[in-house]
């Protein structure tokens, strides 16, 4: 069974441009999350979809936005990147939205701010 | 404000024995519990989870406790083998009222090493 799958592996950027980074969850998952991973902050929570729905959002900027497909496969997008934005990027998928079954991640995004 | 802290950044411990990875809490709306397991350059991998009826959870060498008076959990692995070394994190979901989410807030991570 194929697990999350995030794409690309790895991304530079310079300041200013703007990412998208992509997540295809288990198959017949429907919710899915997104993640920050930094050194200074450890991993924090970005947004959560299910059905295609936001239904909760992280303590991150307006530059940070996320959106769900009708297969359940999401984006997230980060506009005007800062040198801070530089970390990895984490999306897990569950089968439900009921916040009591485990999420399941992919290896992430490494994105790199020049 | 650290809602899920792991106190210890780091455990040694002698293959063949018992490690035992400890998590704090302070919000008592957390409701269920994991534990991941994280290598380098990989995203984290589900352990084993609990949820907040029950004290304890087992899954062949991993058991997790769970002391909700303490606000306390930790995980135990028995025996602990040079495989197991990699970066522990325990995790938390919110019961928010009006609606189920898969949030989850994350403790800092604690590297096991195990000594063959």
């Known amino acids: 069974k194929a697990g999350v799958t995030q794409t690309p592996r790895y991304l530079i950027k310079t300041r200013g441009q703007q990412v998208t980074l992509s997540c295809s969850p288990i198959s017949g998952h429907r919710s899915v999350s997104w993640y920050q991973q930094t050194p200074g902050q450890g991993l924090q929570f970005l947004f959560e979809y299910f059905s295609e729905t936001q239904r909760n959002k992280g303590n991150f900027p307006g530059r940070f936005s996320g959106r769900q497909f009708s297969n359940s496969r999401s984006e997230m997008n980060v506009s005007t990147l800062e040198l801070g934005d530089s970390a990895l990027y984490l999306c897990?998928?569950?089968?439900?939205?009921?916040?009591?079954?485990?999420?399941?991640f992919g290896d992430g995004t490494r994105l790199s701010i020049l | 404000d650290q809602q899920v802290k792991q106190n210890s950044p780091s455990l040694s411990v002698q293959e063949g024995r018992i490690s035992i990875l400890n998590c704090d809490y302070t919000?008592?709306?957390?409701?269920?519990f994991l534990w991941y397991k994280k290598y380098p350059a990989e995203g984290p991998t589900f352990l084993i989870s609990i949820s907040s009826i029950k004290d304890k959870n087992e899954d062949g060498r991993f058991t997790v406790f769970l002391n909700k008076s303490a606000k306390h959990l930790s995980l135990h692995i028995v025996p602990s083998q040079p495989g197991d070394s990699a970066v522990y994190f325990c995790a938390a979901s919110p019961n928010l009222y009006g609606g189920a989410t898969n949030k989850l807030i994350f403790g800092t991570g604690t590297l096991l090493a195990v000594q063959p």
């Open positions: 897990a998928s569950s089968f439900t939205g009921a916040g009591n079954q485990p999420q399941h």
């Open positions: 919000n008592s709306m957390f409701d269920y």
